[in-house]
Structures are given as C-alpha cells and as structure tokens.
C-alpha cells in the first residue's frame, strides 16, 4: 500500500510539473518565435528575479511544513490559517525586495517594468505553497494536480492568442499572475472543503516558525538564487539576447528536473518518517531514488552530445538559437550531477541535517558567483555554462561527504551499473543514427521507443526476479 501511494503521488506531482513545464517551455518557444531572443532575454531575466524572491521568501516554509505536518498532523489549523498569514507577510516584503533591487540595476525601462509585474505573482504563489505543503504532508498530491493543470492549459492558450494578435512581453507577464491568483483561489477552496480549521492566528506559533524556518529560508532561497545567479551576471556583462540564449538552453533541462523534484518531493514525507528507522533503510530509499534518476539523466546526456544543434533549431526554429549548441551540451552533464544532489540533500534535510545543506549553498554560491564573473566576463554563454558545471560538481562532493559521515555509505556501482548499461546502448543507437544521417524527428522518436522498451525489459526483468524470489520463501 505504501508503495502504491508513494507511485500514485510521485505520478501526480509529475504530471503538474509536466504540465506546467511544457506550457512554460510552450510559452517560452512562442515569444522566441514571435519577438526573438532579445525579448525572450527579458522574460528569462524578469522571471528569474520572480523565481528567486518568490523561492527566498515562501519556498522554506513548504518543506519545513511538509516535514513537521508529517509528523504533526493534527496541527493543520495552525499551520493553515497562522502560516498563511505569515507567509503573506513575506512575500509582500519579498516584492517590495525585489523592486528595490530591479530598479537600481542598469536596465532598460521596458525591463524594468517587466520586471515589476511579473514579481507581483511572488504573492499568489507563495500563499499557494502553504495549501500545497499539507496536501503534501497529507500525501494528497493529486489536489495539487486538479488545481493546476488546467490553469497551465487555459493560460498558455490564452498567452498564444495574444502573441499571434501582436501583444507583446507585458501581456503575458499580466496573463501570469492572473492565472497564478486563481490557482491560489483554487487550492484555498479544496482545503477549506475537506479540512475543519479555526480562523485564529497564533502568535507563538508564528515565532516559532520563523525561528524554525530560517535555515530552510536561507538553503532553498540561496539555492534558487544560485541557480539563476548566471542570468543576473549575464545581465551586467553581457545583454538581453545572451540571455535569451541561456534561457533556452536550460528550458531543456526542465524535463529532467520535474521528474527530479516529483520523484524526490514525493518521497519526501516518506524519508522524513524513516529519520529514526535504521541506515539500512534510509539507504536503499536514498540508492533507488538516485538509480531512477540516473537511468533518465545519462542517456538524455548522451542524446544532447550527439544533437545538441539539431534539437535547438527543432524547437526554437531560429538559427540564432544553434548558437547556443555548445553550452547546450556543457550544461547537460548538470542532469547527472542532479540526480545525485536532489536526493542526498533531501535525505539529509528529512534527518535534521539541514545545516550541511545551508553551508553547501552559502559556500557554493560564493564559488560559484567568483567563477561565474570570471568566465562569464571571458566567454559569455560558454562561460555560464561551464561555471554551472562547476557549482554542481562542488554540490556533489559536499552531500556525498556529509551523508557518508553522518548517515550511511552509498553503494555507487550498485548505482550507476544499471544506468551506465543503459546510458551504453543508447549511444550505440545515437552513433547509428548519426551515421545513417536520419533526421532530428524520427532520431527523436526512434530514441524514445527504443529507450522505453530497455526500460520496459529491465522492470519486467526486476519484477521476475522478485516473482521467484518470493516463490522460494514460500516454499520454505
């Protein structure tokens, strides 16, 4: 049964970052192919000042919510009405940070205001992670799912729409937060339906969260600050079609990062009710996590070396954007830096670690932002790209360390000899059809079906294995 709820919540939190990711990366190819790479450097740079206020002030509170709530689950009132309030708090400072800051910084006026309203969805978003934080303590994911989706849908549609009238950037930054405010609306009423609370906010209860929260504040806010940390530096050294360049580049990246984030938030709960269990099992919860992750992350890494071009020109359909093809495929290598990092780092969070993840961001940060100038002031988006890499090899070492001294020993060929199989035959397949000169579409679809029929063996395989296994204990 557990098993079952872990796959059935990890489906749904996977289908509404595969929603939201694909209308996101639709919305993304539609200003690129209507207004070109200079607009799309300013969405990529307003959203990311968004992206890292929004995460900086509300993102902390959803884990440490969904972990307390795990255990506390009779405390959803509190949690609901006090937190909400809290939450409201920081994210109105949180948009007056960000104001502040985007209007001392050297952009042009249009930026600016781009900017500015984009920001104004750091509120809805923020009280929305709140609701998500008990569905998912709650091990209720699929409300989240219900909520979302159909919003993603009806907003890119309506975002399509305006593009091809000849509306410009401040259009789809407004259509944003409108849609982000209704899904707010929409999480609100599902858990006022189906949770009895009491509208009193408790003023011990919000002191004790903000002292509580601080260190989730800081790791997840540095975090995302870092993550976009390249697009801030692009900015200052460089211009608004280099970041358009690199947005389009890490948009690709979005699809290993949703089954990342779903895979792992949703075993989240799960990890953090096994902190007092034994290393055995934290363990092997923590190995199969990072297996599934790499069986995906190696051969999609070897897929962008050999077609890093062509799926640039596919997608964006802009020669410009081929341009970016190097930096591409550096920055493919981060899909098996993550699939170690995500896990690692939530394991420790779930066993009262999160000091080791605050030291990993505070340290990788300062590393990464000293590279990222010198490179980036060299070699632009090469140089972003590179510097990325970096920061994630140095994350990799920290988590690896700390869970080795602290909680258990991975077993790294039990973990990576699957997926490198894997990642093997896919290369062969990937050289073959270069070689044929087959083109980018059917290479994309030939890949996929032979990649989910190796899959298909090896879970049929495992299975039968565990078939005959369980036959002999019970002839015992």
Same mark, same amino acid.
Not at 64 to 71: A, C, G, I
Not at 211 to 240: C, H, P, Q, W, Y
Not at 407 to 421: C, D, E, G, M, S
């Given at each position: 049964?557990?098993?079952?709820?872990?796959?059935?919540?990890?489906?749904? =939190?996977?289908?509404?970052?595969?929603?939201?990711?694909?209308?996101?990366?639709?919305? =993304?190819?539609?200003?690129? #192919?209507?207004?070109?790479?200079?607009?799309?450097?300013?969405?990529?740079l307003a959203f990311s000042y968004y992206f890292v206020f929004m995460t900086l002030v509300s993102s902390g509170f959803k884990t440490l919510f969904t972990r307390e709530l795990s255990q506390k689950s009779s405390e959803i009132s509190s949690y609901l009405i006090s937190g909400t309030s809290l939450q409201l708090l920081f994210s109105i400072i949180g948009y007056i940070l960000l104001f502040l800051v985007v209007h001392f910084m050297p952009y042009t006026s249009t930026t600016e205001n781009i900017c500015y309203v984009i920001g104004l969805a750091i509120i809805p978003f923020s009280l929305s992670n709140i609701v998500e934080a008990i569905f998912q303590a709650q091990e209720k994911m699929h409300w989240i799912a219900i909520c979302t989706i159909p919003v993603y849908i009806v907003r890119t549609i309506i975002i399509y729409l305006g593009?091809?009238?000849?509306?410009?950037?401040? =259009?789809?930054?407004?259509?944003f937060v409108i849609s982000e405010s209704i899904i707010f609306l929409f999480e609100w009423y599902l858990i006022q339906k189906f949770n009895q609370f009491r509208w009193t906010i408790d003023k011990g209860f919000i002191q004790k969260t903000i002292?509580?929260? #601080? /260190?989730?504040?800081?790791?997840?806010?540095?975090?995302? $600050?870092?993550?976009?940390?390249?697009?801030?530096?692009? @900015?200052?050294?460089?211009?608004?079609? /280099?970041?358009?360049?690199?947005?389009s580049v890490m948009q690709l990246m979005q699809p290993f990062s949703i089954v990342s984030d779903s895979i792992v938030l949703a075993a989240f709960p799960k990890m953090s009710k096994m902190s007092s269990s034994s290393s055995k099992s934290k363990k092997e919860l923590a190995e199969r996590?990072?297996?599934?992750?790499?069986?995906?992350?190696?051969?999609?890494?070897?897929?962008?070396?050999?077609?890093?071009?062509?799926?640039?020109? $596919?997608?964006?359909?802009?020669?410009?954007?081929?341009?970016?093809?190097?930096?591409?495929?550096i920055i493919s290598f981060g899909m098996v830096t993550r699939a170690f990092n995500k896990p690692l780092s939530y394991t420790l969070v779930a066993n009262h670690l999160e000091q080791i993840n605050l030291k990993e961001v505070l340290y990788g940060t300062a590393f990464g932002g000293l590279i990222s100038v010198i490179f980036v002031s060299q070699f632009q988006l090469e140089g972003a790209?590179?510097?990325?890499? $970096?920061?994630?090899?140095?994350?990799?070492?920290?988590?690896?360390?700390?869970t080795f001294k602290r909680l258990f020993h991975l077993n790294f060929w039990r973990v990576v000899k699957r997926p490198l199989l894997v990642g093997g035959?896919?290369?062969?397949?990937?050289?073959?059809?270069?070689?044929?000169?087959?083109? $980018?579409? @059917?290479t994309l679809t030939i890949s996929i079906l032979v990649y989910s029929l190796v899959i298909f063996l090896m879970a049929f395989q495992s299975l039968e294995l565990s078939n005959q296994l369980f036959s002999k204990l019970l002839r015992k």
């Amino acid at each position: 049964m557990a098993e079952k709820k872990l796959v059935a919540n990890s489906l749904a =939190l996977i289908s509404n970052r595969i929603v939201q990711s694909a209308t996101s990366f639709i919305v =993304l190819a539609l200003i690129a #192919r209507s207004l070109g790479s200079f607009a799309l450097g300013q969405y990529t740079l307003a959203f990311s000042y968004y992206f890292v206020f929004m995460t900086l002030v509300s993102s902390g509170f959803k884990t440490l919510f969904t972990r307390e709530l795990s255990q506390k689950s009779s405390e959803i009132s509190s949690y609901l009405i006090s937190g909400t309030s809290l939450q409201l708090l920081f994210s109105i400072i949180g948009y007056i940070l960000l104001f502040l800051v985007v209007h001392f910084m050297p952009y042009t006026s249009t930026t600016e205001n781009i900017c500015y309203v984009i920001g104004l969805a750091i509120i809805p978003f923020s009280l929305s992670n709140i609701v998500e934080a008990i569905f998912q303590a709650q091990e209720k994911m699929h409300w989240i799912a219900i909520c979302t989706i159909p919003v993603y849908i009806v907003r890119t549609i309506i975002i399509y729409l305006g593009l091809i009238s000849g509306y410009g950037i401040i =259009l789809t930054s407004g259509i944003f937060v409108i849609s982000e405010s209704i899904i707010f609306l929409f999480e609100w009423y599902l858990i006022q339906k189906f949770n009895q609370f009491r509208w009193t906010i408790d003023k011990g209860f919000i002191q004790k969260t903000i002292k509580l929260a #601080r /260190t989730f504040l800081a790791i997840d806010g540095i975090s995302v $600050f870092r993550e976009r940390m390249e697009i801030f530096i692009i @900015s200052l050294f460089s211009n608004e079609s /280099t970041i358009g360049l690199y947005g389009s580049v890490m948009q690709l990246m979005q699809p290993f990062s949703i089954v990342s984030d779903s895979i792992v938030l949703a075993a989240f709960p799960k990890m953090s009710k096994m902190s007092s269990s034994s290393s055995k099992s934290k363990k092997e919860l923590a190995e199969r996590a990072i297996e599934l992750l790499l069986l995906l992350a190696i051969p999609m890494f070897f897929g962008t070396l050999f077609f890093s071009r062509h799926l640039l020109l $596919f997608i964006y359909q802009d020669l410009d954007f081929a341009d970016a093809s190097i930096a591409l495929c550096i920055i493919s290598f981060g899909m098996v830096t993550r699939a170690f990092n995500k896990p690692l780092s939530y394991t420790l969070v779930a066993n009262h670690l999160e000091q080791i993840n605050l030291k990993e961001v505070l340290y990788g940060t300062a590393f990464g932002g000293l590279i990222s100038v010198i490179f980036v002031s060299q070699f632009q988006l090469e140089g972003a790209a590179v510097s990325t890499i $970096f920061v994630k090899l140095f994350g990799i070492w920290v988590y690896t360390y700390a869970t080795f001294k602290r909680l258990f020993h991975l077993n790294f060929w039990r973990v990576v000899k699957r997926p490198l199989l894997v990642g093997g035959l896919m290369a062969l397949l990937f050289t073959a059809l270069n070689t044929a000169k087959v083109d $980018f579409f @059917s290479t994309l679809t030939i890949s996929i079906l032979v990649y989910s029929l190796v899959i298909f063996l090896m879970a049929f395989q495992s299975l039968e294995l565990s078939n005959q296994l369980f036959s002999k204990l019970l002839r015992k």
